[in-house]
């Protein structure tokens, strides 16, 4: 896969990455069970420090995104968090709260805002599918 | 032994070159494992720095210890754990790049071979080649080599890359990456003077920022890039708008650049007050934290 840093946007780079990656194995750019790069080539690709690399496989891996075989690398894991239903839920909300905070203040309407969220689950589905295919 | 004991510990070091102080109270700590910027102009004082770390200068007050020891007493034990590359390297001409590599070798304990072999064919060197006839950019190539083999715990290095062209100087920092970061991380520690800082943005975990010998700010790289944010707005009309809180407003017609001090929020609130059309927000890059550093020198104040 194919990551893209940004020193201006402000986030920490271990950040940028982990986003990346719950982003591409949302959307089908990452298969259960296909590796991730192994951290010393995608640090000299992206020239930024290993241990930023390392920071962003620790993290997904405490998010139960992904897994690390010894000797073999780190893997997209099967979709199950570890997290209860209601802890899940918990955190989506903090996730939706933040949006609708932003629909208020960019006067998008909660209509637009529901209509919205529809449209970009079906583009995410439909990623998903041509990636399947 | 203590893992988080600072690999370099500089307090109030003052080193003058008669009447000119060059380095004038002094203060820093790299931590074990970090990559730690050191950005100044020329003759801001950090060749005169890392050569009071090397024993190559006797601090005039202020104390230096690089792993807990002092330069002026340890100097050879410190030495064959340290390598240092500096901006002008040079070789003595009657050897070839194999004869430097294994002179070099001779002065070390430990020697990794396979980095070497690695190395020379990834910068495509040729052993038998006669340094006098190599250019710039492979006497520091070599010079590099010559550092990572030992892998030593900490790497300084003085304006590595400047007067290099661009392609040498991307593989001078992946080389530090991929070769010498593929260790022990806690005993993998990187000093680096530059000027030439983008090129090492992604590198870097911490920096100083120092001028005239003293230092003006020290800031871990992402703490650094949350706090200093530049704002680009563009009102409907142009209005007396006062923001106190800003470090520096430009002002052009109805655009405003300002530059935020970790007080963004407050400020995107009092832009959004005016009804602006457009209104952009990014971080400074450490480069342009560095160009705008005497700015900044206030805001830390």
Known sequence: ??????????????????????????????????????????????????????????????QGVIETVPGKGCFLKAVGSPLTKTARNDLLVQEIDRAVVAAHHLQITDDELLALVKKRLETFERKNHAARD | MNTDAPVIEIQNLVRRYGKHDAVDGLSLAVRPGKCYGFFGRNGAGKTTTIKCLLNLLRPDSGNVRVFGLDPRKNEVTIKSRIAYVPDVVAFYPWMSVRDTLEYLASFRENWNQDIEKDLLNRFQLDPAKKTTSLSKGQRTQLALIGAICPEPELLLLDEPTSGLDPIVRREFIETVIGAYQS?????????VSTHLISEFEGLIDEFTIIEQGRELLTMEADAARDRFKKINARLPEEIKINLPGALRVKRNGRELEILANGNSEQLLAELKAHQPEALKIEALSLEEIFVASDILKKANA
């Open chain 1, 1 to 62: 896969m194919i990551f893209q840093i940004d020193f201006k946007s402000g986030t920490p780079v271990y950040l940028q990455l982990v986003e990346q990656i719950r982003h591409a194995a949302a959307s089908g750019g990452l298969r259960t069970g296909e590796p991730l790069p192994s951290i010393r080539p995608l640090a000299e690709e992206l020239r930024v420090n290993r241990n930023t690399i390392a920071k962003a496989y620790a993290e997904l891996e405490s």
């Open chain 2, 183 to 191: 260790g022990d991380p806690n005993r993998r520690t990187v000093f």
